[in-house]
């Protein structure tokens, strides 16, 4: 990733568990962020995506520029590659005056996918410039896109005949697929407290409005053993209890000492967190890459070994991405599998840099990386 916010250049390898550790203002969140616009795009959901947290002005790298370097026009680049496609989309200013009520947009200036780490005329798969593209189809022809392309979206967002194209489709799909959790809300009007109508719910939302929902169906659907080990290793006696009475869900949690169960406005917000996350990690659909922001917040240091034993877990059915402030966590994880933690840092001209990485093992169709390096 290059730069975005703190994200000046930074790469990093990634393995079936990744953790992420850093103090707070390290850019952990904005490493968290990058990939989750990668998957935006892949939507066509980007420009809104990066008008929510400001626009391109706000977005965009504003350290120091380095001393004797080439000045050239300003971008913020956003890449990964998954398995043996890499991709990459390059952001700049609006080509439109500056008064415009939509200066603060951001336009795709490049956008490419292509076979291996570097990119060459036999590798390039898609190369998109401005609101035009080529692309090479199921039979190696290289074709130019028959319409102009929204310069505010991904190329890859707006790709149409997918038997022409499959290798751009699958991997457009794939992205589409990935999950980020990055904060529950858990106030009183959290909407993972109320009772809710709900069906069948093998994917929790990011905001856990259907989380009674979907903690039943990992009842039904065949993880329910884990979710109670895990409740009982979190909170040790206490039994989750799920009710679904003409498709209306209701959760609530049974402690010791009291003699009805806790109801979710009752709920503290650690509690609701971890039940959250839970839902998350043991989903019946696992993605194909799992990110989560600081998910020790609000939690009692006596839960993270059991929302460590959770991840660790779910990294035997999904590639997952955790970025914490908390050495406890990190050093569970570590402990509990092969993982290594990376440590970010805020340099002194405000840009992040990892201090520790290590090569993992690839695992068969995931993601191996962030901002691969385009080569001629």
Request: negative net charge; hydrophobic residues 40%; glycine residues 8%.
């Amino acid at each position: 990733m290059r730069g975005y916010r703190s994200l000046r250049d930074v790469s990093l390898p990634l393995g079936d568990l990744t953790v992420v550790r850093g103090a707070n203002a390290s850019g952990k969140t904005n490493l968290y962020r990058s990939l989750w616009m990668v998957a935006r795009g892949s939507n066509g959901e980007l420009a809104r995506s990066l008008l929510a947290e400001g626009g391109m002005p706000s977005s965009m790298w504003a350290g120091a520029p380095t001393a004797g370097r080439v000045r050239r026009p300003v971008r913020m680049v956003f890449g990964v590659q998954v398995d043996e496609l890499s991709y990459e989309l390059a952001l700049g200013l609006p080509s439109i005056d500056p008064d415009s009520p939509f200066a603060l947009d951001a336009e795709l200036k490049e956008e490419r996918v292509w076979f291996g780490t570097a990119t060459s005329r036999h590798t390039t798969l898609m190369e998109r410039a401005g609101s035009t593209a080529t692309a090479r189809d199921v039979d190696d022809n290289t074709v130019t896109f028959a319409v102009a392309l929204d310069r505010f979206e991904p190329a890859l967002s707006q790709l149409g005949e997918p038997t022409r194209f499959p290798e751009l489709f699958d991997l457009r799909e794939r992205l589409r697929r990935w999950r980020f959790y990055h904060s529950f809300p858990t106030d009183l009007n959290a909407p993972a407290r109320a009772s809710r109508a709900g069906v069948r719910t093998p994917v929790l939302a990011d905001d856990g409005h259907d989380l009674a929902a979907a903690l039943a169906t990992i009842e039904e659907m065949g993880n329910g053993a884990d979710l109670h080990h895990a409740i009982e290793q979190a909170f040790p006696r206490s039994q989750l209890q799920v009710t679904g009475e003409r498709g209306q869900f209701t959760l609530s949690l049974a402690v010791p000492g009291i003699r009805r169960a806790m109801t979710g406005f009752e709920l503290s917000d650690g509690t609701l967190r971890f039940l959250c996350l839970a839902a998350a990690l043991l989903s019946p659909r696992p993605p194909e890459l799992l990110v989560l922001n600081e998910p020790e917040t609000s939690l009692h240091p006596d839960v993270l070994p059991a929302l460590g034993d959770l991840i660790a877990t779910a990294t035997q059915q999904t590639q997952v991405v955790v970025t914490t402030h908390s050495a406890d966590l990190a050093a569970h994880l570590t402990e509990r599998t092969n993982a290594v933690a990376h440590q970010l840092v805020r340099d002194a001209d405000g840009s992040t840099s990892i201090e520790q990485t290590a090569p993992q093992s690839p695992r068969k169709r995931r993601a191996t990386g962030l901002a691969p390096e385009a080569s001629e």
